[in-house]
């Protein structure tokens, strides 16, 4: 099993910066996919930056040019750097891995606990 652990969120006011981070912790040949997931309530959560093993990087519209995705493969880790933040950032924040188990084992998706942010105006 893996285990997702994040830090990170807090309140903010607009225009400012956080920074989320997410540690994995458990059996993991390679992460194949690291995602960054926001959640309103009363709405599905929404992907807002992914980071593939092959080097892709997608951010929603929403959000490009003021976050940023990172991660270490090897560390387990990754990061979401938010720069000027907005109001309508607010929501619940999820890391989410796609990993194998084994050099040859199928992916399987993880999810972390989440992290409340909170933007101000």
């Known amino acids: 099993q893996v285990q997702l652990v994040e830090s990170g969120g807090g309140s903010v006011q607009a225009g400012g910066s956080l920074r989320l981070s997410c540690a994995a912790s458990g059996s993991i040949f390679r992460i194949n996919i690291m995602d960054w997931y926001r959640q309103v309530p009363g709405k599905q959560r929404e992907l807002v930056a992914r980071?593939?093993?092959?080097?892709?990087?997608e951010y929603v519209d929403s959000v490009k040019g003021r976050f940023t995705i990172s991660g270490d493969n090897a560390k387990k880790s990754m990061y979401l750097q938010m720069n000027s933040l907005k109001p309508e950032d607010t929501g619940v924040y999820f890391c989410?891995?796609?990993?194998?188990?084994?050099?040859?084992?199928?992916?399987?998706?993880?999810w972390g606990q989440g992290t409340q942010v909170t933007v101000s105006s």
């Open positions: 989410s891995v796609v990993c194998i188990h084994t050099q040859y084992g199928p992916p399987n998706r993880y």
């Open positions: 980071s593939s093993s092959g080097g892709s990087i």
